[in-house]
């Protein structure tokens, strides 16, 4: 699985012009899934989101978790976050899982994420999403596990 974060005061998505998500301080979270993950990994990456220290402390230095703060987390699936882009000048997918092993993946992901206790957000699994946010910083990291 990989994970694209990115620290924001604010982010939405809509689909067909609907806002069917929407969080102010947070972490926006694109989500990928690739071919032989499974709930042990979906569970670790949960783990490191909600613990990754990147939001200030009293003294202005990334010591603070999204737990920590208690801040918002808006969900959006996003393949493309896995393609192989080493060769060539187009993006191959191949190593994405398929549709119904990402969808059921990536909704084990938000429940788990739903019982942080934290605002949980979502777009939609395979729609044509807008996103719209204010990255603060600055602040986005890519991870993995």
């Known amino acids: ?58 003294n202005d230095r990334m010591n603070l978790s999204l737990s920590d703060i208690q801040g918002d987390l808006l969900i959006v699936s996003q393949f493309t976050l896995v393609a192989e882009t080493q060769k060539g000048l187009r993006p191959s997918f191949s190593s994405a899982a398929l549709p119904d092993e990402s969808e059921a993946l990536y909704q084990y992901f938000v429940e788990k994420a739903r019982q942080s206790r934290l ?4 777009g939609r699994f395979g729609a044509d999403m807008a996103v719209t946010l ?3 910083g600055p602040v986005t ?3 993995s596990v």
């Open 1 to 58: 699985m990989k994970a694209l974060i990115q620290r924001v005061t604010s982010a939405s998505v809509k689909i067909e012009g609907e806002i069917v998500g929407e969080i102010t301080q947070g972490l926006l979270l694109f989500l990928g899934v690739e071919k032989g993950d499974d709930k042990q990994k979906a569970d670790k990456l949960l783990e490191k989101i909600l613990k990754y220290r990147v939001f200030a402390d009293q």
């Open 119 to 122: 605002i949980i957000e979502t």
């Open 141 to 143: 990291f890519n991870l």
């Open 134 to 136: 204010v990255n603060d």
